[in-house]
């Protein structure tokens, strides 16, 4: 009897042994497999931010006469969005695949085109009379020429757009091409969540 | 005297033992393993998101480079327009163009260069091992030669760069770039038949490039050699004979041979006709639609500084664009139809002449 209950207790020990080891093992593995889910998330940002470098960077979006780029261009803007799926396709050649992006005007002061100050020099505008008017045209997305230059809001690569995505907001200038004024605009990122 | 228990007890605490340190074993296996392979996939994306920063922020960078891998290739995806790294941990996609050519055993030297045409940029990114060393053996030594030289040399901005003349490499190190121009501008005074083919034994990864004819000059012996025909704007190594354009595709051959030059004329093909749709189906939409206040800013100002006129038919003081950028999106499309063709390069030069036109008429 003393000798069944010696082996007992040496073997429940073992076992106890083991179970610990076995944790500690999981805990390891569970550990190292949450600090690789760490990393898709640290490329996921990274991603995102090369995206806004290469947005800004863009030479096929931008204008080039603001050398330094963060100048969007309108027209380019417009003419990337009416091609629809072979645009984003375009974008994607040089910027890789997996995003969504939307470029929205932000601000724009409608009354003071071509205002002059009449009494005073020529570059004197009159700003008591500027309206940030976002209301109706400039709300319209731009799909197509016919919406041009009547439009704000630029769309790339909808079909990628789903729900799990990481999105990244940041204010941007915009070259209307039509009216010769840079006005202010916003960039918004998403990129897949794997 | 020992009991059948304590000898059962002392076989089965062996036998755990035996079992757990087995196991012990086997896990640190696995977790090296894993700590290794993370490390590595660690350093492949680290690459990644280097070229990604050379390749928005136009600097330089130097990469700790892929020592401790066993192996590491670079291929491109025959019908994309991306290379992949190909090595212990496992196949990475690169989404810009970049021409790699890897090494273990050296950090890495990495560098934006682009070509500029004004209505559309074509970037890339360099990368060399900074161990790599380019020996120039201008056999034909005319200004065109020299000239080339130059221009291949400019993408190569962190690489060690020589002239040989038979086995005499100049200049000798301690070696700087200024040492290099000098030697360059002296070669001006030198006669093609003073200067022989260069006999020094250049071990990969150095690069020897021969001026000279691919015809006339000895045939490509080892890997590293190519010559360069300025003539017949051809490139020749041991494996067969190839056609360039410009300096950058040189650049490319030198850096991964021929496939690389093969990747080169794809993703320009591929980048150039993507921009040129985006181009074309802008100057439609702008066409007939930009009108530019003919008015000049300043009334007091002389001509020369009112504003230029996006030119076209006048209309009530109004300036339209009529015309040009239709004659731009024509031209562009015509270039599109002959991309493979072998008006290809005359067609870009009419398309950079009517930007050029479009540029100074005030519409861009």
């Known amino acids: 009897m003393k000798l069944q209950s010696g082996l007992m207790e040496y073997l429940i020990f073992i076992v106890i042994v083991m179970a610990l080891i076995f944790a500690i093992v999981i805990f390891i593995f569970v550990w190292q497999f949450f600090s690789l889910g760490g990393e898709q998330a640290q490329l996921t940002d990274k991603k995102l931010d090369y995206l806004l470098d290469a947005f800004v960077e863009s030479p096929v979006i931008n204008n080039p006469n603001y050398q330094r780029g963060l100048v969007f261009d309108d027209s380019k803007l417009t003419a990337i969005a009416s091609l629809g799926p072979e645009g984003c396709q375009m974008l994607e050649s040089s910027m890789g695949s997996g995003w969504y992006a939307e470029v929205n005007i932000s601000m724009i002061f409608d009354q003071c085109e071509n205002i002059r100050d009449d009494g005073g020099s020529w570059w004197q505008v009159r700003y008591r009379d500027c309206v940030n008017d976002l209301s109706g045209k400039y709300t319209r997305a731009c799909t197509s020429a016919n919406d041009y230059p009547n439009c704000g809001v630029w769309k790339f690569c909808v079909q990628n757009r789903d729900e799990k995505m990481k999105y990244i907001t940041m204010p941007v200038n915009i070259y209307r091409k039509m009216n010769n004024t840079v006005v202010m605009g916003t960039l918004k990122i998403g990129v897949s969540v794997q | ?364």
């Open chain 2, 1 to 364: 005297m020992t009991s059948t228990f304590e000898v059962f007890r002392i076989l089965l605490s062996i036998l755990i033992m035996v079992f757990i340190l087995l196991v012990f074993l086997r896990i640190a296996d696995m977790y090296m393993t894993l700590q290794t392979m993370k490390n590595k996939i660690q350093t492949v994306n680290a690459f990644e998101e280097t070229v990604r920063q050379v390749y928005t922020t136009g600097y330089p960078a130097t990469f700790q480079g892929f020592t401790g891998f066993e192996t590491i290739e670079y291929d491109y995806d025959g019908m994309g327009n991306s290379g992949r790294i190909k090595s212990d941990a496992g196949v990475k996609t690169l989404d810009l163009p970049v021409f790699f050519r890897p090494d273990r055993e050296s950090s890495l030297a990495l560098e934006k260069k682009c070509e500029d045409f004004g209505w559309w940029r074509f970037c890339w990114v360099n990368t060399v091992p900074k161990s790599m060393r380019i020996f120039f053996n201008p056999v034909t030594n005319t200004r065109e030669a020299r000239a080339l030289i130059l221009n291949i040399s400019e993408n190569f901005g962190q690489t060690e760069l020589f002239v040989c003349n038979s086995t005499a490499v100049a200049p000798d190190l301690p070696y700087s770039r200024d040492d290099f121009s000098y030697i360059m501008a002296n070669l001006g005074y030198l006669p093609s038949s003073e200067i022989d083919v260069c006999d020094a034994y250049i071990t990969e990864p150095s690069v020897l490039v021969i001026i000279g004819s691919v015809d006339s000059a000895p045939q490509p012996a080892r890997q590293n050699i190519i010559i360069v025909d300025p003539a017949s704007k051809k490139i020749r190594d041991i494996g067969g004979i190839y056609e360039y354009h410009d300096e950058s595709d040189i650049a490319a051959f030198i850096i991964g041979g021929n496939s690389s030059l093969d990747f080169k004329k794809r993703v320009f093909n591929q980048s150039l006709e993507a921009a040129a749709s985006v181009m074309k189906a802008r100057s439609v939409l702008l066409n007939g639609k930009m009108k530019i206040l003919n008015r000049p800013l300043c009334p007091e100002c002389p001509p020369q500084l009112y504003p230029k006129e996006c030119g076209g038919v006048s209309y009530n003081g109004i300036e339209r664009s009529d015309g040009l950028f239709l004659t731009f999106a024509n031209s562009l499309d015509s270039l599109v139809q002959n991309l493979n063709s072998d008006e290809y390069w005359d067609e870009l030069n009419a398309v950079n002449g009517v930007y050029t036109q479009l540029k100074s008429s005030g519409c861009e």
